[in-house]
T-cell receptor
């Protein structure tokens, strides 16, 4: 069964704008990860945030984690057309990575 | 390292036929995962291995599906007999340490007609 659910399911923005995606999950986790998937390709790891961290940055990416609400958000700043992809959160408990349903992001040039 | 390598990239087969998907994980990675992706169900974890041993196969949909990892550098996912509802993209992924970054292959797009 799916662990995480992303919100929104789809998002369309103009180049240069910020994109925010949210993820909710159900059980306790060791860490939460975000992945990107370009059409027809495999998933690529973006960033990992541990359960004892609240915020993490990597380039134009900012991830927050609220374990009390069992939720996370991914912010992409100054979006580019190349950011067009599907974004998934993945919760890592013991060994397993359980993926959410994904957010389809379209960045219009 | 060339990353996780899956073969074939595309497979079209007739209902009832046996299908074997192959995966070569990144050298040194102790964990290997098989996922299935469909529009309806998203990414589903089918099975994962640790040091070539299957740890959890609770995601395998039914007895028609089987997976093996005879050595650290090779794994197979077999469907016998295949059915149209098995049509999906199957991904293999590997990771070095439990719960860290998973590296995905490019996937095998399976179409059962």
């Amino acid at each position: 069964s799916q662990q995480g659910e992303e919100d929104p399911q789809a998002l369309s923005i103009q180049e240069g704008e910020n994109a925010t995606m949210n993820c909710s999950y159900k059980t306790s986790i060791n860490n939460l990860q975000w992945y990107r998937q370009n059409s027809g390709r495999g998933l690529v790891h973006l960033i990992l945030i541990r359960s004892n961290e609240r915020e993490k940055h990597s380039g134009r990416l900012r991830v927050t984690l609220d374990t009390s609400k069992k939720s996370s958000s991914l912010l992409i700043t100054a979006s580019r057309a190349a950011d067009t992809a599907s974004y998934f959160c993945a919760t890592a408990g013991t060994y397993k990575y359980i993926f959410g349903t994904g957010t389809r992001l379209k960045v219009l040039a | 390292d060339a990353g996780v390598i899956q073969s074939p990239r595309h497979e079209v087969t007739e209902m009832g036929q046996e299908v074997t998907l192959r995966c070569k994980p990144i050298s040194g990675h102790d964990y290997l995962f098989w996922y299935r992706q469909t529009m309806m169900r998203g990414l589903e974890l089918l099975i994962y291995f640790n040091n070539n041993v299957p740890i959890d196969d609770s995601g395998m949909p039914e007895d028609r599906f089987s997976a093996k990892m005879p050595n650290a550098s090779f794994s197979t996912l077999k469907i016998q007999p295949s059915e149209p509802r098995d049509s999906a993209v199957y991904f293999c992924a590997s990771s070095y340490i439990e719960g860290t970054e998973a590296f995905f292959g490019q996937g095998t797009r399976l179409t059962v007609v």
